[in-house]
C-alpha cells in the first residue's frame, strides 16, 4: 500500500475532541488545520495490538533505567574509587558532573537523527556506544580515563532518555499519555532507586570495578532487545522534521527522476510553499492537489546535514515563552534531585558513619517515593484532564495538564527543609527515611505533569522538546552537583535546603504562569511563526 502523500496528509483536520479552544484568536480557523500527530500511515503504530504496544514500553522502559541506573550507581563507592585511583574530591565530582552534561545535551543529536533515520537505528547505535563506555570504565586505570569515559557512556545512555517519551508520543494518543507516561517513568526512576543499592553491595562484595561489568551485561541485554524485538515505532509523515526535508524537494526547480524511472515534479517556486515548521497549521490541500503520490516519490527524499542539524528545532522550542518557564522548572527539579542524592550520601558517610551499602539502602527511599509519585501522577493527570475537557465542552488546551501539578506544590518546599534540618541536627536516620520518601513522591508528582505537557504542547515536535528538555536537565544538574558539597560545607544541610525550598517555590510559580498563561503565549507564537515562515 502506498504511504500517504504530505499532499494528503494536509488535508487531515483536527479531532473535535482534541481541538484547541476556539475562543482563542488565531488567523488560521481550527477546523481547517491538520493536526500531524494523527495523519493516516501505514501500519499506524497506534492501531497496534495491545501486546505490541506492551513490548514497546516494555524495552524502552528498561533502557532508561539501566541508562538512569548508570548515572548514580557509582556513588556509594566513590571513596573506593578515590582510594584506588588516587583521586581527590573534586575529581570525583567531574566523573559525576561529565555523565550528567553530556547525558544532559547529546540528547540533542539523538533527537535529530531519530526524525530522520528513525527511532531503531539510534537505539542500537547508542547502545554499542553504551556497552563500549562500561567495558572502559570496569578496566579503567585511571582517575582521567574514568571520567573520559564516563561521558562516552553517558552519549551511549543518553538517547533512550532523549527519545523514549517520543516513542510513546508514536504509539499512545494524547488521551492516554498521562497515564502511560506515569508507569513509564516508574522504570527510569526505578534507577536511580536501585542505583545505589546494587552499587554498594556489589563494590562491597566485589570491588567498585563490578558496577560497571553489571552495567555491561545490562547493555548487552538491551542491545539485543532492541535487534530483535523492538520494532520502530517512527512515522515519517509524522515528523516536522522530515517534512521539512520533503518540503525543500517539492520546492526544486528540476524534477527528480526515481529509482525506479518515475518523476517527481518540482514546483516552479519555493515561494509559496509553507514551511513545514507550521504545517500543523497549513489548510487543506484538495485530493486532486497531491503532488507526491507513492512511497517510491518519499523513498527518493535525499536528506542534507541541514535536516539533521540540531539546533534549528532547538530554538524553534525555546522560541516560544511557555516551553522555556516549563524547562527552567524541569531543570530546576532535577538539579535538585541530584544534588540531594549526592549531598546525602556524604551526609551518610561523614556525619552517621555508614558503609557503600547502608547508603544504597536509605537513597532507596527516595526512589521509591519517586516511584509511587510517578505512577499515581499519572493516572491523577489523566482523571484531571479527562474531567476539564468535559467541563469545557469537549475543546482542550495543552495547559490543562498542569492542572494536576498543584496538588503537590503545597507540600514539596516543607518536605526538603524539614529534610535538610533532619539531616543537620543528625535525628535518627528513620527521618531521614521518610522525608526522602515523601520529597521523591511530590517532586515527581510535578514532574511528571510538565513532561507530559511539554509533549502535548509541542505537536509533531515531541522529540526535539524532549531533548531540549534533556539538556536544561543535564545542565542544571551538572552546575549542581559542582556547586552542591562547597555550599554543603559552608552553609551546612539545613542552609542548603533551605535555600532549596526557596528555589522550588520560584519553579512552582513558574509552572503556575504558564497554566494561567500558556496558551495565550502559544498562540501567539504560532501565528508569528505562520506570519514569518519560520
Known sequence: MASPTVANACSVSEPKT???DADVESSVDATSTIDIEHVPVNDDPRQWSPARKTTTLCIVSLATMVSALASNIQNPSNSLIEADLHATSSQISWTLAAFLVIQGNFPLLWSAASEIKGRKPVYLVASALFVAGNAALALSKTIEVMIGMRALQAAGSCAVMAISAATLADIYDTHERGT?????????LLGPALGPIL????????GWRASFYFLLICGVIIFLSFL??????????????????????LASKEPIQSSNGSIIAGHESGKDQTHAKDIEKQPNVPDNASVATSTPGLDDVRLSIKDINPFPPYFQILSRKNNVFILIANGLVFGFTYCLSYTCSRTLTNAYDYRAFSIGLVLLCLGVGSIAGSVLSGRWSDRVLTKMIEANGGKWHAEMRLESSKLAMLWLPPFVVGYGWVCEKHVHVA???????????????????TLAYLVDANPGRSCPAVATNSSFRGSLAFVSVLIAVPLQDALG??????????????????????LHKGESW????????LKSGN
Open 493 to 514: 544541610d539545613g542552609g542548603l535546603y533551605t535555600a532549596w525550598a526557596g528555589v522550588l517555590v520560584v519553579t512552582e510559580l513558574l509552572v503556575l504562569l504558564v
Open 522 to 529: 502559544r498562540m501567539e507564537s504560532e501565528e508569528r511563526e
Open 199 to 206: 552499587g554498594g553491595s556489589l563494590s562491597q562484595a566485589f
Open 228 to 249: 530483535i524485538l523492538f520494532k520502530d515505532t517512527y512515522r515519517r509523515e509524522r515528523s516536522l522534521t522530515y517534512c521539512s526535508a520533503l518540503q525543500r524537494l
Open 431 to 449: 527521618v531521614i527515611c521518610i522525608m526522602l520518601v515523601l520529597i521523591g513522591f511530590s517532586s515527581i508528582w510535578m514532574y511528571t505533569s
Open 180 to 188: 502511560m507516561m506515569g508507569m513509564f517513568f516508574a522504570a527510569p
Open 18 to 20: 482534541l481541538r484547541q
